[in-house]
């Protein structure tokens, strides 16, 4: 079967102030000189021998810029649905598997937020593949990280058994919320436990039958929308109210905690993924120089280290700091420890 890529674009950023802002969210921003990570995000899912044409979920407010990085990349899309109000991942992912169904009866789809980092995108396509079979007998599938460190900004899998018919698939044997420090350790030292990534592969026709039976509102508002849905150029518009009335939820919550269908494939540490919620995420997947350090723009650096320095316009020196932030766009100036940053909302 061939899979429908849903990329959600619908994220704020909040955490990386003031590049990211309402209007111009991280996904939409370049973390180089290169593609934005809705653009690498799009390069990503398009091997023709494993994807179909996506289909990408956007804010309204954001649908000119969503058109734009498409037409650079130059990659079609199955469909472009816009939110009249942002609602979270389950109702987003169900109004995109309303439509699939509709078109092509029960595709695989595979479910990604547009702001993800991933340095090594073969090892996703490796665990896309081995994921495939037990989303094709009706697993819901999402992809857990080999932890590198104890970190407390991301919501852990607990790994169960292996599914006796799918090699290298695992029964999810719970969710865990973001743990305190001391948690985290014995999560890294046990082995038992992967980072969530947020990525499902499964049946669109399968993930909504358990909505229904877990989330009937989202199931139901999805409905609606998807069904008075009109066209607006390249766009499908969701209908408003149905969408915006839709409980605000995402697919772990709605789903993913209640299933008995969630499996889980392990992936390795070198597959190098990043949610890239915060400016310290974004200084883990960044090059360094020799001191540690991550500069981007007109920058003087003296006996710096572990430090991130962007700069937009202007010249940025900094002398004797360590494991600092520091960020400058045109009207806004952001200073603070890297150690803090998921402090910043």
């Not at 358990?210 to 066209?231: C, N, Q, T």
């Amino acid at each position: 079967m061939t899979i429908y890529p849903v990329i959600l674009c619908g994220g704020s950023g909040s955490r990386l102030w003031p590049m990211s802002r309402t209007v111009y969210p991280k996904q939409f921003m370049a973390l180089g000189d290169g593609d934005t990570l809705f653009q690498e995000t799009l390069h990503r899912l398009s091997d023709p021998s494993l994807f179909a044409a996506p289909v990408v979920i956007c804010n309204e407010e954001h649908r000119f810029i969503v058109g734009e990085q498409l037409r650079q990349t130059g990659i079609e899309v199955e469909t472009i649905l816009l939110e009249p109000v942002g609602r979270n991942t389950a109702p987003a992912a169900a109004a995109a598997a309303i439509h699939l169904s509709e078109r092509h009866g029960d595709p695989l789809m595979l479910v990604a937020a547009a702001d993800g980092f991933i340095a090594r995108p073969e090892r996703l396509l490796e665990a896309i593949r081995i994921a495939k079979p037990a989303a094709e007998q009706g697993a819901l599938v999402t992809f857990g990280i080999r932890p590198t460190r104890p970190d407390t900004a991301y919501g852990y899998i607990r790994l169960g058994a292996k599914l006796p018919a799918t090699p290298g698939v695992h029964r999810v044997e719970r969710f865990v919320e973001k743990p305190s420090a001391e948690v985290a350790a014995q999560y890294l030292q046990s082995g038992d436990y992967l980072w969530n990534s947020g990525i499902f592969l499964m049946r669109a026709g399968t993930f909504l039958a358990e909505l229904e039976k877990f989330e009937p509102a989202i199931a139901s508002g999805a409905r609606a929308a998807v069904r008075d849905r009109r066209a607006d150029l390249d766009f499908w518009r969701l209908a408003d109210p149905p969408f915006s009335s839709i409980p605000n939820k995402s697919i772990d919550y709605a789903v993913m905690e209640h299933t008995d269908r969630a499996a889980v494939v392990p992936t390795e540490a070198d597959l190098g993924w990043s949610d890239v919620g915060s400016w310290a995420s974004l200084w883990d997947v960044a090059a360094h120089d020799d001191s540690g350090n991550a500069i981007s723009g007109d920058v003087t650096a003296i006996d710096v280290s572990g430090s991130y320095i962007r700069g937009e316009r202007r010249l940025i020196a900094a002398l004797g700091i360590r494991d600092l932030v520091i960020v400058d766009t045109e009207d806004a100036l952001l200073v603070m420890p890297r150690d803090r940053t998921q402090e910043l909302r």
